[in-house]
């Protein structure tokens, strides 16, 4: 499966954006997806995750009550709602598919070119 992210930018603090992350292919649906981000200097981390169905999601606890996944099987796209943005929440964002009817936690086994999202102070 091919991933392209978009949806990154410039926001001041506070503010929101909506990430999106498009797959090819016809194994979206049977593919939990995932989130992740790094900024600069660091290494790469784990921001959110959702099942097959969207029934379970699960997210690093610096983004809990702020950020919040979802997907559209239909439109094979998976999307990351981010609130009350911080300066820490700077970095590149990449999304990221799980094996085919894989388990959950997803195995992930392709990324996406990422996104960037800077947010200023």
């Known amino acids: 499966v091919q991933l392209q992210a978009s949806g990154g930018g410039l926001v001041q603090a506070g503010g929101s954006l909506r990430l999106s992350c498009a797959a090819s292919?016809?194994?979206?649906?049977?593919?939990?997806m995932g989130w992740f981000r790094q900024g600069p200097g660091k290494g790469r981390e784990f921001v959110a995750s959702i099942s097959r169905s969207g029934g379970t999601t699960d997210y690093v606890d610096s983004v809990k009550d702020r950020f919040t996944i979802s997907r559209d099987n239909a439109k094979n796209t998976v999307y990351l709602q981010m609130n009350s943005l911080k300066s820490e929440d700077t970095a590149v964002y990449y999304c990221?598919?799980?094996?085919?009817?894989?388990?959950?936690?997803?195995?992930?086994?392709?990324w996406g070119q990422g996104t960037l999202v800077t947010v200023s102070s």
């Open positions: 990221a598919a799980g094996s085919p009817w894989g388990g959950y936690p997803p195995r992930y086994d392709s």
């Open positions: 292919g016809r194994t979206f649906s049977v593919r939990a």
